[in-house]
């Protein structure tokens, strides 16, 4: 017998169900209303009534295969047409022994996981494997190198972690292949691959990136399929990996269902079980659209979103946030957080301390190649007359703080990537006078968007620095790096949803400097 007792957020407000075997009665806030049916299979079929009034009529309701979710309609009592639409999502996690589950949408039907596995963060000797387990025993992950079992990890992912967890391996070999299983009391799984990332003496790195994966239920993102040929050493994740609707806002566990129907797209799942993905967050997969640090669920946003990626670390110990340093190969990598602090400060989107972070963190690197990826466009300045998020609408004076430091302290090798737009841009922004006659180092960024979303087909109609825009299809960026390609030593690369580049970008390390 299905479970569908608990609270959901629903058309008519917080409905609550009771059960008792087939029986279900259930209240809400509206007119106060009641509902009376009876469950057949994953199906409620009964009446509603709403007191205050006296309205009545007959409703249905089709729950998810996990219980959490319910799609239906009401009819006024004496009418089959027309049906209006009654939908709903569980509220909090029901407890294991009332049936609950913590699966999402198209959850894995068999085997010891409901979702995943997703490679996360690789290191030269480490890597971090986030699952979320069907059940909440054993688990054990075991890696195969090229000379046998390199690794074996077990952990016991707990009920209220939604069953997730992330399993970190240790004492690999850099840039290297490794196989690897789960498996627990129901079952292994099948072998997946992934390589850890290249030692920092490497003279190549690719590096794909996207935002704005909308589309969930469709599985046949042929674009997921294009990056996952790519074979890159990371893919990043520029935000909006998942859209909270307002059902998915309220609590964690609305956040998680959310979160987890866009990991369970058969597409994706396919490429995150391979390719080292890492993770950042935009306003939709934070709270509501263009929302900035004031938003009430800011927290629960946090918690959910560092239990489905597998970022290594997540801000620093007094900032904490979604912003990090990760290596591969010859980049450095710099992650940002564009909502946790966005607007705490006036007209702030890093906050103080995470722009000191980066400032600091940008000198101290000596990777040759430094990639700063931001999920709010750094360079251009159209969008501020369209309105739309970018640096010199919400966060001008720290832009100015960012390039000027880098200039002054002839920080070099540093590009941008960004998303958000739903469009594609490239922008130049050619070395700027400094004091004594020098200038600074070319700046070049390039947003790739959407992944899977609609594009947005509106012209920028104008920018100095911007060079080309792409507004009528979905696309995925890739930053190509070979040290010894020379004069184009990185390469932007726009990419659609085949594969296909629509256009490159090469760019020669000489200019990323003061000269
Ligand atoms: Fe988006």
């Not at 992934?194 to 909308?214: D, L, Q, V």
């Not at 890159?232 to 935000?239: A, H, I, K, P, Q």
């Not at 990996?241 to 998680?256: G, L, V």
Request: proline residues 7%; negative net charge.
């Amino acid at each position: 017998m299905m479970a569908v007792a608990g609270a959901f957020f629903s058309t008519f407000g917080t409905l609550t169900l009771a059960q008792d075997e087939d029986a279900v009665s259930g209240r809400y806030p509206h007119e106060d209303g009641h509902v009376e049916g009876t469950l057949d299979g994953s199906t409620l079929r009964g009446t509603w009534e709403q007191r205050d009034t006296g309205k009545r009529g007959a409703v249905e309701l089709m729950f998810d295969d996990q219980g959490n979710a319910f799609q239906g309609f009401w009819t006024f009592e004496g009418a089959s047409e027309p049906r209006s639409r009654w939908d709903g999502t569980r509220l909090d996690l029901a407890p294991r022994e009332a049936g609950g589950s913590p699966g999402s949408w198209n959850s894995s039907a068999g085997g010891p996981l409901l979702s995943g596995p997703l490679v996360g963060e690789v290191g030269e000797h480490d890597a971090r494997i986030w699952v979320q387990a069907r059940e909440p025993s054993e688990l054990t992950l075991t890696v195969h190198g090229p000379g046998g079992v390199v690794a074996r990890e077990t952990v016991t992912p707990r009920w209220d972690e939604w069953l997730c967890a992330t399993i970190a391996v240790s004492s690999l070999s850099p840039g290297t292949d490794y196989d690897y299983e789960l498996q627990g009391p129901a079952g292994i799984t099948p072998a997946f691959h992934f390589r850890t990332a290249p030692p920092e003496t490497a003279r190549t790195a690719k590096i794909p990136f996207g935002s704005c994966f909308w589309d969930w239920p469709n599985p046949a993102l042929s674009i997921f399929d294009a990056i996952s040929e790519e074979e890159g050493d990371l893919l990043v994740l520029l935000g909006d990996s998942c859209y909270f609707d307002a059902c998915d806002i309220p609590t964690e566990h609305t956040m998680m269902l959310a979160q987890l129907r866009n990991r369970n797209n058969a597409a994706f799942r396919k490429l995150v079980a391979t390719t080292p993905t890492v993770a950042v967050w935009d306003d939709h997969d934070f709270g509501p659209n263009d929302t900035d640090a004031r938003f009430e669920g800011k927290h629960r946003a946090f918690s959910t979103f560092k239990r489905v990626w597998a970022n290594r670390t997540y801000g620093t110990a007094d900032a904490p946030g979604v912003f990090s340093r990760l290596r591969s190969g010859p980049v450095d990598i710099f992650l940002l957080d564009s909502r946790s602090y966005r607007g705490l400060e006036g007209n702030n989107l890093l906050g103080a301390a995470q722009l000191d972070w980066l400032l600091r963190e940008l000198r101290a690197s000596t990777a040759p190649v430094k990639l700063v990826a931001s999920p709010s466009q750094v360079l251009p300045s159209y969008p501020v007359a369209k309105g739309w998020d970018c640096f010199h609408r919400d966060g001008p004076a720290e832009l100015e703080a960012l390039l000027s430091a880098i200039e002054r302290h002839d920080v070099r090798g540093v590009v941008f990537v960004s998303g958000d737009l739903h469009m594609a841009n490239l922008m130049h922004l050619p070395g700027r006078p400094l004091g004594g006659g020098g200038r600074g180092p070319d700046f070049w960024e390039l947003t790739a968007s959407p992944l899977a979303n609609d594009p947005w087909r509106e012209a920028a109609g104008g920018d100095p620095t911007l060079l080309r825009e792409v507004i009528d299809m979905t696309n995925y960026g890739v930053v190509d790096v070979d040290l010894d390609r020379a004069g184009a030593e990185v390469q932007f690369l726009l990419k659609d949803a085949s594969g296909a580049t629509i256009f490159e970008q090469p760019i020669p390390l000489e200019d990323l400097r003061a000269r």
